[in-house]
């Protein structure tokens, strides 16, 4: 380490036993005196290759002057593989221990083994603010080794110690990411309050992801948080603070996957989204995540006017592809073209959203070592499609002649829900 033009130290430190979930890590602290307006300050590494020390918290003060902010304490982390099986990670004894927590990853949300840490700092995250809520001295980052989608949520045990919650209601936290200095709510339930455990519903994380404590917004949600529809409207109502005179309310589906909600409206306590054809809004079997905010201003809020979001999930119902039969062609039937429209009905009107396939090949085999022959496929909206439920054959990448087409349809299954099995298939002759 020097010092303007003069080394100050040669810094040796003893790595045995050590490892990235144990680091070991010694504070130092150097008197010195500055020479010039500007003064250098450079760390140089004195091991060979990619390899070498570690440096964190730097930090440089006049002596006399105020003194230094708190160091934070280093965080407390693990690191395991979880695979398609799924797992639990646990950290600083699990959420069962004053101020654990524990990832919970089900069976199926990851498509390849990861490697995943998860630390936890007990310290606010540094850099961000949350109007009109105070956030919490606990902070979590979940780091995958490379980056990964979830196919459903995973689950964050949280538990908040004594000196956490500082005489808070468990039961008036909330959990949320943090990009930047943005937070954003997630779903939060309470797993034992006695414990101060409460639990975090996310559908997401990268790798610099960070969940934090927020208190409520707005409450008393119906359908209650975790509710499974029995059909494709819904009317969201909940209770809003006194002095409300807006709000703004997102529904957002699973991993962003699909068509939400965003609105702000004068003071109200209920919204619909109306099933098709009045509205395309929901998809099948898929977990959404709605939130309200609420303000007392009368002017165009500013983000500074929104107070903490209250946030809740439902899920909507599953559909089959059972319902679904061919309009035209004809089964069976010879078409004039070699780009005919082919044409579907369903019985269930709910459903709008397609998955097409159409080829020469009755397997559809897409495999780029195997495939013998073009496979078209699309994802049609059939509410917007003329005529409804269709699908036109592109004049750029017309069909053979003189040859037998197989083509299926089936429901398009998003975000956390699980794919269907495809319609039978059918056929005709092009001329």
Known sequence: MSWGTSTVDTVTFDATGRSVTSMGWSYREYPVAASAAVTRLRFESLTAGSFGPVLDDVSVTTAGGPAPSPTPPPPTQTTQPVGPEGSEVPVAGGAGQDGGVTLRIPAGTLSATTDLTVSVTNAAPSGVTASGSVLLPKTIEITPASPVALAQAVRLLI??????????????????????????????FVVDAAQGTVEVMLDHFS???????????????????????????????????????????????????????DIVRNVESSLTVPPPPQGYGLLPDMTYFWRVRSTTVTRS?????????????????????????????????????????????????????????ASKDARFNVGPATATATVYSALLHGGVTTPPNSYRIPAQFPLESGTIYHWRVRPRVQGDGVPLAWSEAWTFRTP
Do not use: H
């Not at 409520?216 to 009317?235: H, I, K, M």
């Not at 969201?236 to 409300?244: A, F, V």
């Not at 807006?246 to 962003?256: C, E, I, S």
């Not at 062609?329 to 019985?347: D, E, F, I, K």
């Open 159 to 188: 538990n908040l110690t004594t000196a956490d919650l500082d005489g808070r209601d468990v039961s008036t936290v909330k959990g949320g990411v943090i990009v930047g200095a943005i937070f954003d709510p997630r779903p939060t």
């Open 207 to 261: 790798k610099f992801s960070v969940i934090t404590i927020q208190s409520v917004g707005p409450g008393s949600p119906e359908p209650p948080a975790g509710a499974v529809l029995d059909s494709f409207t819904v009317t969201m109502n909940w209770n809003n603070p006194p002095g409300t005179t807006q709000y703004q309310l997102q529904v957002v589906p699973f991993n962003g996957d699909g068509p939400g909600v």
């Open 301 to 357: 809020p500013a983000v500074t006017d929104w107070p903490a979001w209250g946030s809740w999930t439902f899920k909507t119902p599953k559909v089959t592809g059972a319902s679904i039969s061919p309009v035209a062609p004809p089964v069976g039937s010879a078409v004039s073209s070699v780009t005919p429209t082919l044409t579907w009905a369903n019985s269930n009107p709910a459903v709008f959203y397609y998955e097409l396939q």
